[in-house]
């Protein structure tokens, strides 16, 4: 419990952790002349409050597994960071023995990206490939589940604790994926916690794939990690006049490898084709091909809205809707928003 409760001592960050970690056992007992004395009275307190069985005991309740930098499970690319997280909360099941790519970008991504994104996860998935992402709204949110729609393991990378899901519209989502942090049980998220966690995606990853990104973007700071760490680095084109591409257009530009299909992220990682596509769905018409566009367009939306903008009643909509839930070409959402596929 002694590498538990130093990981768990507060003002002991992943350098100063790595300080103690690397004069091996007998770094424990040379806290104070590694890190200083204050820092050491606060290991102490930490070990003689209990305070590393209490965690335990909590996660356990939970269903999470807290997993140290001292353990032989730890994820072994973490290791390759110069400032791995001494310690990774991780609810649910995962595992590094198979190629994983991150499929990460904006939060407010279009209607084509959205799509592409969630194609592009399914069909990775279906090729035996992990997707790896951060549960945010837009790319991620459309990464994780066509992952799950492939059959294949996907985990999202949190910045906040793995008890604390946020967006909290993702509840449901994230039930049924992998979850992982470096932050604490009951960590809300903060601004500064989600580059932090970039980092993390960037590791796990064998290559990062951005879908969509403006100039200032998340998804920017997750691929030159990438690049730092000799991952593969690739990005989706969008067109030339669009704000909302401006950020992965200029990685192209910088010689990131292009992507036009889950075929070319399958032959970066130098492994076999993707899966066979399912035929193509006819697409929906008359009342329902209205709204499905619709929907399209938005991205998501409520059923009142859709009311108002095609003119129509609201039983009218909910009808079509459930045409087109059952037909699946549409996905209903928590807060009883829907979204097409």
Known sequence: MSWLALALTPGVGPARFLNVYQAGEEGLGRVGALLGGELERAYRRVLEAGEAERVKEQAAALGVRPVGLWEADYPPTLRHLADPPPLVYLKGGWSGNRPAVAVVGSRKAQPWALAFAERLARDLAGSGVAVVSGLARGVDTAAHRGALAGGGPTLAVLGSGVDVVYPPENAELAARVTLMSELPLG??????????????????????????????????????????????????????????????????????????????????????????????????????????????????ALPDDLALELALNASEVLGLLLQLELSGHVRALPGGRYEAV
């Open 187 to 300: 960590s809300g998220p903060s601004a500064g916690s989600f580059p932090r966690r970039n980092r993390i995606i960037a590791a796990l990853a064998d290559a990062v794939v951005i879908v969509q990104a403006p100039e200032k973007s998340g998804a920017l700071i997750t691929a030159a990690l990438a690049a730092e760490l000799g991952r593969e680095v690739l990005a989706v084109p969008g067109r030339p006049s669009d704000w909302a591409s401006r950020g992965s257009n200029r990685l192209l530009a910088d010689g990131a490898g292009v992507v036009q299909e889950p075929e070319d992220v399958l032959e970066a990682l130098g492994i076999g084709a993707a899966a066979p596509r399912a035929a193509a769905r006819p697409e929906p018409e008359g009342a329902a091909g209205a709204l499905w566009q619709a929907l399209r367009r938005r991205g998501e």
